[in-house]
């Protein structure tokens, strides 16, 4: 068992408790939080953590969406508008994904790592992660990913995904966990997503999906019109949506799933709210779509809103802590301090019950993953959070299932 004592603790429990000199004792699950003496005490044979003086702890956060195969990207994609950038995608993919070497993935993951991540949702198109993936130090959620439109080539994708699945497989841990992708209603057979949901259904799996991320995909589904005809065009003769919005949620009943993006989203009465839950990407909106997700009507509605980096084919970080503060100057109608409370909670709380997990939050009982950072200086508790995110970088030791990382 182990004690760690921080001078700041932000719970991130749904009431946002901060609690000044307590102290934590854990061992692979949070046991008990209390003063430092009473738990010394109680508990001496407990190590305590060495910890600088001022330091804050917090649980660690959680990237539910990021597409590692794509870390090569450093300018090569078209950003401003969707299908412009998927056309960049379609041209780069083979000479991105030839760069992205196991190498390359272990150092961004290690970043991740450095900024105060500890879980991952990676969303797998070729399986060239898994190596980098079921080797790091990190927690990971490994989204095999289908897709597929053609309907000729609809038992060869099938096949593909099977093999990329049934490898992932053979890794599964508690921390690492094989999960399922659908990759997006205009890009995705309905006899492929099917296929993919049924086996999740079956074993249990979480899903994931891109959902009305673009002017063109909300004209595409809803109007049956717009760039993607000619787009998907190129795979298909005269092609057609194959769902409608309310369709393509349909599909999703009853799973637990995570659909991120949502910009042109407003069939709030269509989600689970105890399954289904938003992944906002916010500063990969801000590069690929032509509106910003509706943050503040989205958190009226109840539904489980937490945040994700997406991709480097779409940012240019994968810190938690960077995309928290594009947040803050994005979403300008939300007031700061406790527009910065919300944010931290969709890092961490919000995220972990999106992907049914046992963490997200400093509360006896959750899994032991948190982290220390270096306590800003701010003049009051109700600064703290803001304070926090704008001057944080990166943490001072980080627990993942209570064992210290490698940083």
Known sequence: MFIIAPKIILTCDDNFNILEDKAVLFDDNILEIDSLENLQKSHPQAKLIPTPKDTLLLPAFIN???????????????????????????????????????KLISQNIHKMLKSGTATIGEISSFGSDLSPCVNSQARVVFFNEILGSNANFIQAKKEEFLTR????????????????????????????????????????????????????ENNWLRLKKGGF?????????????????????????DQRTLFTHCVYFKEWNLLDKNLHSITHCAFSN????????????ALKNGVNIHLGTDGLSSNTSLSMLDEMRANLLIHDDLELENFAKILLLMATNKAAK???????QIQKGKIADFSLFALPYSTNLKQLPLQFILQSKEVLKLFIEGKECKL
């Open 354 to 360: 999106a992907l049914n997990l046992n963490l997200g």
């Open 165 to 216: 699945y049934e490898k992932s497989m053979r890794f599964k841990t508690s921390k690492f966990i094989p999960a399922i992708s659908v990759h997006a209603p205009y890009s995705t057979h309905p006899e492929l997503a099917k296929f993919a949901i049924k086996l999740a259904r079956e074993n249990n799996h979480l899903l994931s999906t891109h959902f009305l991320e673009s002017n063109h």
């Open 229 to 253: 005809k000619k787009s998907l065009a190129k795979f298909s003769k005269n092609p057609m949506p194959f769902y409608t919005p309310q369709s393509f949620l349909e599909l999703f009943k």
């Open 286 to 297: 801000r590069l690929l779509s032509k509106n910003t997700f509706k943050l503040k009507s």
């Open 64 to 102: 539910p969406h990021t597409h590692l195969e794509f870390s090569a990207n450093n300018g090569n994609l078209v950003f401003g508008d969707f299908l412009k950038w998927l056309d960049s995608v379609f041209n780069n993919r083979e000479q991105l994904n030839e760069k992205s070497k196991e």
